[in-house]
T-cell receptor, first 115, second 117 residues
Framework: DSGVTQTPKHLITATGQRVTLRCSPRSGDLSVYWYQQSLDQGLQFLIQYYNGEERAKGNILERFSAQQFPDLHSELNLSSLELGDSALYFC??????????????FGPGTRLTVL | AQSVAQPEDQVNVAEGNPLTVKCTYSVSGNPYLFWYVQYPNRGLQFLLKYITGDNLVKGSYGFEAEFNKSQTSFHLKKPSALVSDSALYFC???????????????FGKGTKLSVIP
């Protein structure tokens, strides 16, 4: 158990809908990362938050957004869903240190199926 | 830009034999390198990392990896494979220092390791 929790575990929805994925980082970790894992694209970095502020953006679609709340949990919002958005969505967290190679700890993931 | 290549989609090895999963990387400055393992329907688990110091890094479950700066490689190894090692293995890289404060990892495509009894 990594200490990172994600809910829900599975999500099945229809095209055009909007969903929210939730992540709670490990205790003490200020940084949260979101990744999408699909068979054709592999593991793609979406976005990073650090202590409530957006720190970096990767291959995140405009239909997707995220935020990190004062209690450090994070939510990833996916809207106008398409079939191609079906994937595993992972959250990871880490302790930030300017020159420290802190590893990221991953949650169990949310499997999104868009029908 | 940073990138990782895992040249083998699949590696098959007999139980008890040594295993190697290959990884090469590209990064502007000094690299921080990581190996993760993913079991079916599970999240990624951290195995080991190279930050600085000894080029041979030891990690969880008897795995080790060798950092080779001249070949820009970070191959994962284990002296004696177990059936339970069968999983998907990911190599990842990030720059040692990012002025913007972003520490995003770039992952390889993954290598499926199958250990045959």
């Amino acid at each position: 158990d990594s200490g990172v929790t994600q809910t829900p575990k599975h999500l099945i929805t229809a095209t055009g809908q909007r969903v929210t994925l939730r992540c709670s980082p490990r205790s003490g970790d200020l940084s949260v990362y979101w990744y999408q894992q699909s068979l054709d694209q592999g593991l793609q970095f979406l976005i990073q938050y650090y202590n409530g502020e957006e720190r970096a953006k990767g291959n995140i679609l405009e239909r997707f957004s995220a935020q990190q709340f004062p209690d450090l949990h994070s939510e990833l919002n996916l809207s106008s869903l398409e079939l191609g958005d079906s994937a595993l969505y992972f959250c990871a967290s880490s302790v930030e240190g300017l020159a420290r190679g802190n590893e990221q700890f991953f949650g169990p993931g949310t499997r999104l199926t868009v029908l | 830009a940073q990138s990782v290549a895992q040249p083998e989609d699949q590696v098959n090895v007999a139980e008890g034999n040594p295993l190697t999963v290959k990884c090469t990387y590209s990064v502007s400055g000094n690299p921080y390198l990581f190996w993760y393992v993913q079991y079916p329907n599970r999240g990624l688990q951290f195995l080991l990392k190279y930050i600085t110091g000894d080029n041979l890094v030891k990690g969880s479950y008897g795995f080790e990896a060798e950092f080779n700066k001249s070949q820009t490689s970070f191959h994962l190894k284990k002296p004696s494979a177990l059936v339970s090692d069968s999983a998907l293995y990911f190599c990842a890289v990030r720059e040692a220092y990012s002025g913007a404060g972003s520490y995003q990892l770039t992952f390889g495509k993954g290598t499926k390791l199958s250990v045959i009894p």
